[in-house]
């Protein structure tokens, strides 16, 4: 941080109609980091295709844990709503790395990570092999963690 919130409450902010972040223009050490933070998301954008931001995830998340977690929810119901959560969590880990995006692993590894959990879908046993069945298991994220953390 290169300023006090209180410098900031005597700018203007605005939202970025692209990244939605709001900052203050007139205030440059802000202004920089919006920058920052616009470049690393159009290379998240560039590189993995997509990116989803902290609003749109948290809408996405509660609607696919309701689907999980109903029995009326067909199999590949579910399937689909745990990879929109899984990708929910990869944006959230890849947006955590910052300008390190780069180091970040791509979607279906992230999700084989993730996925060496065995207790991820609770007791769902059918939902998890079904979904370890077409992405295998692998290290790299520790159980009950849902953040890549790169070999040092
Ligand atoms: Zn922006």
């Known amino acids: 941080m290169y300023f006090s919130y209180e410098d900031l ?7 970025c109609p692209e990244c939605g972040m709001e900052y ?9 980091f919006h920058r920052e933070r616009h470049e690393y998301l159009d ?5 993995h295709g997509f990116i989803v931001l ?3 995830r948290e809408r996405i998340k509660k609607v696919a844990r309701k689907t999980i977690a109903n029995n009326n929810s067909s199999l590949p119901e ?6 929109s959560l899984l990708k929910c969590y990869f944006a959230r880990s890849i947006e955590s790395m910052a300008e390190y995006y780069q180091m970040h692993v791509d979607l279906d590894t992230f999700i084989a990570m993730m996925l060496n959990n065995e207790d991820i879908f609770g007791k769902d ?3 998890y092999n ?3 069945a077409k992405y295998g ?9 849902s953040y890549y953390d790169p070999p040092a």
Do not use: C, F, W
């Open 24 to 32: 203050a223009p007139t205030l440059e050490g802000d202004a920089q």
């Open 43 to 47: 290379g998240i954008i560039a590189k």
């Open 54 to 56: 902290y609003e749109e």
């Open 9 to 15: 409450g005597k700018h203007e902010l605005v939202e």
């Open 130 to 132: 079904s979904l370890v």
């Open 125 to 127: 046993t059918e939902l």
């Open 78 to 83: 579910k399937q689909d709503a745990a990879h």
């Open 137 to 145: 298991k692998k290290e790299g994220i520790q159980k009950g963690m």
